[in-house]
């Protein structure tokens, strides 16, 4: 069974950064494609980063040139930079593997852009 536990959010103001963390259990993780998704009140959650297993990456358009996605095989981990934070960018911040599995989903971790 696959456990997924986000940390690192937090309130930021305008302009600042966080690094988000995924620490992922289970034998699933060295051989998936991950993703950081994000869903903000009232929206569909979408997809923001995603990692293949080699470190190729793809962004949504929205934070490109702002986020930067990476993953720590041996430490079963995937991080978020967010760097030039924006107030559009609050919203709850959920890894999984890339496609998504529903039954993967975590609590996930509150980034909050205000000032």
């Known amino acids: 069974q696959v456990q997924l536990v986000e940390s690192g959010g937090g309130l930021v103001q305008p302009g600042g950064s966080l690094r988000l963390s995924c620490a992922a259990s289970?034998?699933?993780?060295?051989?998936?494609?991950m993703g950081w998704y994000r869903q903000a009140p009232g929206k569909q959650r979408e997809l923001v980063a995603a990692i293949t297993t080699v470190g190729s990456t793809n962004y949504a358009d929205s934070v490109k040139g702002r986020f930067t996605i990476s993953r720590d095989n041996a430490k079963n981990t995937v991080y978020l930079q967010m760097n030039s934070l924006k107030p559009e960018d609050t919203a709850v911040y959920y890894c999984?593997?890339?496609?998504?599995?529903?039954?993967?989903w975590g609590q996930g971790t509150q980034v909050t852009v205000s000032s």
């Open positions: 999984n593997r890339a496609p998504p599995r529903s039954n993967y």
């Open positions: 289970g034998r699933i993780f060295s051989i998936s494609a």
